[in-house]
């Protein structure tokens, strides 16, 4: 039965997040209400407040999902795999599929809406912490010992909203699958010798 309820509270959580992104690609985000997202997906406004705080966050609720999805594909994967082998397997696994063409045009407006950047940060920085401990426990370390797992998640995090922005905004996209092989490269090979003067 539990199991059931989640689904149901998923897809409630769901329907509200879609509501207000499309909405909010329709009219803007000042011009949209709470209450007009919870008339569009068909619940109550103390419904919508059981499972967002405001607008702003509902709007970001795909990308949070999408980052707790890779999260956890991450966290799945075998054990003594490499950890940036595993990220490429963890990404290529949950980002291609989670923006299809009709996401990319939202995902491009909401570039543009400046108020959802600091949603979208402290909604990063959640799925941050969480990287980090999943990459202490594959690696053996103590995050409150050795910074690696931290900054590791900190760098993947950033550089993963890089590379999708700028895939967002490129006039001619590759395949964002081929993107995340060369950020997975530039991880690895580190940045120092890139420009040698």
Request: glycine share 6%; proline share 5%.
């Amino acid at each position: 039965m539990s199991g059931l309820r989640e689904r149901k509270k998923l897809a409630t959580r769901t329907a509200l997040a879609d509501a207000a992104l499309r909405l909010c690609v329709e009219h803007g985000l000042d011009g949209v209400t709470v209450e007009q997202v919870a008339n569009e997906a068909g619940v109550s406004l103390r419904t919508f407040f059981n499972y967002f705080s405001s607008k702003e966050e509902a709007v970001v609720a795909g990308d949070v999902a999408t980052a707790a999805a890779f999260v956890q594909a991450f966290a799945g994967r075998p054990a003594g795999e490499p950890v940036l082998r595993a990220l490429h397997a963890a990404l290529i696994d949950v980002v291609p599929e989670r923006i299809d063409p009709e996401r990319v045009a939202q995902l491009r407006v909401l570039r543009r809406t400046p108020a959802l950047l600091p949603h979208q940060v402290a909604a990063f920085t959640v799925q941050e912490r969480e990287l980090a401990a999943v990459v202490a426990a594959r690696v053996g370390v103590d995050p409150a010992a050795d910074l690696y797992p931290m900054m590791f998640a900190a760098a993947v995090m950033a550089t993963l909203r890089v590379v999708v922005g700028w895939w967002l905004d490129a006039a001619e996209r590759p395949q964002l699958s081929d993107l995340i092989g060369v950020m997975i490269d530039r991880l690895d090979a580190g940045f120092a010798d890139r420009f040698p003067h």
